[in-house]
Structure formats: C-alpha cells, structure tokens
C-alpha cells in the first residue's frame, strides 16, 4: 500500500507524554534506519509502516483535529513550498486514493454507503492523529476529489456518476508490530483463531521472528475488519468498515465538522461515553442500545472482549461501539464466559453508577442464550 510521504509537521498533531513534554519528530533517515532493523521487509509485511508521527502508546488522546479548508487541506499554520504545485496531484502529507488497490474482498459490505469515496482521482490527506493506543493508532484521514481532476468513479452500475460522493472523513487505524506494542494479553483473545496458511500460524507461535510478529499484526487487523464488516452487515453500531490494506484498516469517522466564521472547518470526534453525563431518558436510550448492540455480536457468536465506556462513542443521541480487534469466538475460545461476562460487568457498572438499575448477570445469561 503506498505509503503517506512525510507529513509537514505543524499539520499534525503531536501526542504528548505523561509529562506533558513533546516529542520531536525524527528525521525520515534516523526512522528509516530503526523501524527497518531486524524487521521483514515491506513486502513481507503487505501493509503500511507506522504512520508518519511517531507516538508513545502511553500518550495522552486528542479528540479534535487542527482546522483546515475542507476543499484543500490544512489552512493554517502548514509551510508553504515554493514551488508551485498541482492541486490534482497528492503533494506533502498526501497519497493517491487507496480504494482501487484493494481487492474487493478487502473492501466494505454491501449496500455501500453513498458517503463513500470510490473515484480513481480521490487523495488521502493525513489530516492529525486521534488517538494512540496499546497496539494501534487512529489518525483523520480526508479523502476528496480535487476540484478538477478526472471524474472517473468505482462506483458501481447501481451508483450515478454525477451522484458519486467526492469528500469524506476516515479513521486509518493502523496496528503495530508486536515489538512496538504494549498489548500484553493476546492469547487470551487469540485462542480458537485460525490462520490460513500453516506457515503463518507457525510463525505466530514463534514471537521471536520477525516473520511471526508481522503476521501477528496482521492479524489484528483482521480481526478487527472482519468483525466490523459482519456486525456492520448485521444491524449493530459499529463503523462502516472502508477497507483494509496490510496492516491498517479504515473505517468510517464517527463525529462532527465545525465552522468558524472564517469557513474554516474542524473535524471534532464523537466523545467516549465516560466523558458523557446523559439524562435520564438519554440513559435509557443509550442502554438499550448497547445492550442492542451486545445482542447482535453475541447473534454472530462474538464477544467484544474489551467492551467499556472506553469503547464506546456518544454521538449525540446514538452509541457506536468502537476497538473491535480482540473479539473473542463464544464457540471456540476456552476463556469466552469469562470475557463475556467481564464485558457485561464492566459497562452495567457504569450504568449504575449514574443511576440506571441494571444487572450483569441477567445481561449475561441473555447474551449466552442468544448465542447458543
């Protein structure tokens, strides 16, 4: 997958580390030198390096993005290269559009979305970074067509030319090796998973090579995208899942765009349901919902296995349920009782603790009937 060229710098944003210090961006060359080192090549890999920031998994989230001029960019506070550059053409921070090299199967399910993006002129713009994680970073990504450039679609028969969305917002997770991560209790979630290839499930056994932990992150990825496409497909809150390529998925923007009086826009994420204080007839809702939402994985035979208000968005009035990678198979996996029951404990704990009477237990066993 190509990769983002680097970034200027003042158009991203920078993740600070406990101490409030930030960290300087390396040089292309010194990164090139220490991600390359005893790594399998890009090839192996099938997927993208790290993004162009380089974050501390213990950094602290950001939730909005820097504004820019939702038809060109960043607006502000970007350097400007004095040679003159064609609008039509990806330039610093940006990348051709990603949909066409792709296989179908590594794309979203059916009915697709009409804000989706599928023109061959369409650019990825890195627009900041939204948040770190234990084993993944989230960063904006605006995808549009350049006013301009050639019109042509990827649509599909039952999709107008003239009706072919030409801007829209993504999140590009993309997951780290397991030698830059801090995500500490994979088996627990991996068990009962598979691989295709006995080669690769080997390697996967061995974290001490290279190849192994390639395929480990690979795996991550996938398993987050194939639980998205089913949930999505199935009816339950999730992201719309854009696509996958390696090692990054990306999948649909869950928030807002603010503009100033200036016209300049900001893009502001959903908050995380911690953050929230709903009323009570919006606790109500929300719960319903969720518990909707816990339905229809159970249905399908998962379990989230991460499942908190750490995971879950408050957009508005609906919840989507985010950070899908460590779902557990309810069938195959030995520990999928417990995480089950770790889930519905941990969000019931939230709800009654701002007043709403609800019972784990219950919940529990009515998502194990659902299941089996």
Known sequence: ????????????????????????????????????????????????????????????ETFSTPEYDADHGPSEGVEQDPTPHDPTQPGPGQRWSTWRSVAKGQRGPDPLPEWVVTRDAAIDTELGILKTGKEADAFLVERAVPPGADASSDGGPDLALDQAATRCLLVAKRYRSLEHGQFHRGSEYTEGRTVRRTRDQRAMEDRKSAWGRAVSATQWADAEFVALREAWSAGAPVPYPVQIDGTEVLMEFIGTEETDDLGRTQAVAAPRLTRVRPSDDLLESYWEQLTHGMSVLARLGFAHGDLSPYNILADGERLVIIDLPQVVDLAANPFSSDVLLRDCRTVCDWFTARGLDVDADALFADLLAQAF
């Open 1 to 60: 997958m190509p990769r983002f060229p680097d970034s200027p710098t003042s158009a991203l944003i920078h993740a600070a580390s406990k101490g409030g210090k930030q960290y300087d961006k390396r040089s292309a060359d010194a990164e090139h030198r220490s991600t390359r080192r005893g790594q399998v090549t890009r090839e192996d890999l099938e997927g993208p390096y790290p993004g162009p920031l380089d974050t501390d998994s213990s950094a602290l």
